[in-house]
């Protein structure tokens, strides 16, 4: 399976939500508490080991990695993101220091089931930038203790008040002083076996008209959905790539229904794919081309993948591979171009020459592009992410998208390709445009 060039990911342990238990330790006796956690992924890429490489915890609580002259090696250390300071996390983990364990507390915003409002602009910025950055340090790093997630609550709060409290006055918690264990009773991690690609295509035929005996060619629309984060069961991408997979869809039901109607199906097949294993140089997109009927893989004139575009304020980017001059290419950029600007954004063009012989995959559009096939990629990100990265991390949570980018991406593609579609029929015709296409109100 493992083939020449590709880093073999293999993933240690399924273990995803676990309940971490609060103990509070006093003089009456014990009282307990359960916390959902979250814990940090832990896996191994091309035999090189990545994350928390252990899942059992039993320590008392701390509040500090800066406590001076304090032995960390069986104290949990719970950190807010608010307090977070990544460079001295990752100077702690540099040095590798001894330490029980750490606790990150993430804000109650980006719980699923959070229903308050959305945090000032500001806020949401620096929150998720640290995100960012401490997810890339995480994820790239061998831990050797256990690292969890949770959100904060009002008894998580009490609890770290009272642990700083008690590490204000130096007294920090152990079995005889008092104060409060934190305990994960887990099996350790065991490998997961490799999860099985699965694309789904759909395909709307053209109108081929009657006595002509040349193919119909086909526009592709591709997005990935799979996602790689820190905390496996957080990472529901959202964003990178939610916002692909919401947009994909709802192009399918718009043009079904122009499709329905013999005197509005236009003359290009359209192949709809949603495609697996992104985070991983887009292996199911790979796996998925090379599956397609040759015919129907050279019918292809061009693919458009979409990524990201639930967050941008005003401006996309049409990433490429071949030449800003390619006929095609000019011409997807027009179209798209066009359209912008009567929508009132922008879109910009960004051309990355790929390397054959480099195994790394960076946008989807480049496995396409390695067939020899034109393609492009419609993202809110001017760069590329690097491996890993980007593909739904703990940042990329539903209240962090904004649903007008979506409904403006939709309509940026939709109306695009309506005009591609339109033209040829009409060049056969030859008469004017006679409609647009805009996706259908929100609930």
């Keep these: 399976m493992e083939r020449r060039g590709e880093c073999k990911l293999e993933i240690l342990s399924s273990v995803i939500a676990l309940c971490l238990v609060v103990l509070a330790c006093v003089e009456l006796g014990d009282a307990a508490t359960a916390v959902d956690v979250y814990r940090l992924i832990q896996y191994d890429l091309a035999g090189a080991p990545f994350g928390s490489r252990i899942a059992n915890l039993n320590h008392h609580a701390g509040s500090s990695l800066t406590a001076p002259n304090a032995d960390l090696s069986r104290t949990v250390v719970i950190i807010p993101i608010a307090d977070l300071n990544v460079s001295s996390v990752k100077d702690y983990i540099d040095r590798k220091q001894p330490l029980g364990g750490l606790l990150f507390l993430l804000p109650s915003i980006f719980h699923s089931e959070n229903k308050e409002s959305k945090p000032d602009a500001d806020h949401n910025s620096e929150t998720r930038d640290k995100l960012v950055l401490l997810e890339r340090l995480l994820v790239h790093a061998n831990i050797p203790y256990p690292v969890y997630f949770a959100f904060e609550d009002e008894h998580i709060k009490a609890v770290l008040a009272d642990v700083k409290r ?156 071949k030449p ?63 491996f890993l990265e980007n593909f739904g991390g703990l940042s990329d949570s539903r209240h962090l998208v904004d649903e007008t980018a979506v409904i403006r991406g939709v309509k940026l593609v939709a109306e695009s390709l309506a005009i591609i579609i339109s033209s040829m029929v009409l060049s056969l015709e030859n008469k004017p445009s006679t409609y647009r296409l805009l996706p259908s109100p929100g609930p």
């Design 324 to 386: 800003p001059e390619n006929a095609y290419v000019k011409q997807i950029f027009k179209d798209f171009s066009d359209v912008a600007g009567e929508l009132g954004v922008k879109v910009g063009l960004k051309h990355k020459k790929i390397n054959i012989s480099n195994p790394r995959v960076a946008w989807e559009h480049e496995q396409f592009s390695r067939l020899r096939v034109t393609a492009a990629t419609l993202s809110g990100l001017s760069s590329a992410p690097e």
């Design 166 to 321: 008690n590490d204000v006055i130096g007294q920090p918690a152990t079995a005889t002083t008092g104060g409060y264990k934190l305990v994960v009773s887990t099996s350790e991690a065991r490998k997961v076996s490799s999860p099985s690609i699965t694309n789904i295509q759909g395909w709307l035929p053209g109108l081929k008209l009657e006595g002509d005996s040349n193919q119909i060619p086909t526009i592709a629309i591709v997005a990935s959905y799979d996602t790689f984060g820190a905390a496996p069961a957080l990472s529901v991408g959202s964003d990178s790539n939610g916002s692909g997979v919401v947009a994909l869809l709802e192009i399918a039901r718009l043009f079904s229904s122009l499709y329905s109607n013999p005197k509005t199906r236009g003359r290009y097949n359209l192949l709809f794919g949603l495609t697996s294993g992104g985070p991983y140089n887009y292996n199911g997109t790979q796996k998925w081309l090379r599956s397609l009927d040759q015919r129907m893989r050279e019918s292809i004139d061009y693919a458009i993948c979409l990524n990201s575009i639930g967050s941008w304020d005003n401006e996309l980017w049409l990433h490429v591979s």
